[in-house]
């Protein structure tokens, strides 16, 4: 068994918002640069860490990219480089990191039935449940769905426009089946669930166990604080500053 699975999901998503929030509120690359190490030793230990870099990646190196186009390159006179537009540059794509980061991180070592389960048994809505379950599992579904419509139409020679109007093709050609697809499922699955009682009119005996425990819940509460307070003391001298 993950050595993860044996905590309770929202302690996981409770210490990560506890990080981010106050990581983001401090605003230091040392802190940042903390954060983004532990967060890739946590999933070396898991076996997730290639799987984490490589999506990290594609989100991380155009959102640095972007903010150096924006801060980097920005000066009065001659179009160049900037020491303060380098730091600021910095500043913003670590900040950014952290959250994507430590987001996929919960994302790849949460178990989602494990999540759902926590929704239902908590005093949540019960259509919270469903609406988390449907979108962890339609995520990866779409993306299958899609790769396949694209190889169809390669199967099929559909020939695209070049420049930005074949790509705007490209994408209008691949969501109009793959959004009237996912229409159709949902449609054939609104009986099935009325009929399996969706939405519940009472209590349901779940089978599946959530692990707690009073320390863990000592976890929830303490890392709830953390991301209310910690950045709201790290900011007020900022405000009186400005004030």
Known sequence: MDRFQRLHPFTVLAVAAA???????????WLSCTVLACALIVAWSVGKSVKLVGLS?????????SQLMIHGLASNGKFGLTQVGLQTAAELGLR???LVVVGLLCALIV??????????????????????????????????????????QMLRQV???RGPRGWFQKIRLQAVPLVLSTLEESANR??????????????????????????????????GLCALLLPALLLV?????FA
């Open 57 to 65: 990646s594609a989100i991380v190196l155009p959102t640095f990219a």
């Open 159 to 161: 020939k695209f426009r």
């Open 190 to 223: 609104a009986p099935h669930l009325a009929a399996r009682g969706f939405p519940a009119a009472q209590s349901v005996t779940r089978l599946r166990e959530i692990p707690d425990s009073k320390a863990q819940r000592g976890i929830r509460r303490v890392s």
């Open 237 to 241: 001298p900022n405000w009186m500053d």
């Open 111 to 152: 178990d989602r039935h494990q999540l759902v389960a926590a929704i239902d048994l908590s005093k949540a809505p019960a259509q919270l449940g469903y609406l988390v379950a449907a979108t962890l599992l339609l995520i990866p579904q779409l993306a299958d769905r899609q790769r396949a419509i694209s190889e169809a």
């Open 96 to 98: 950014t990191a952290v």
């Open 19 to 29: 990080v981010v929030t106050t990581t983001t509120a401090a605003g230091r690359w």
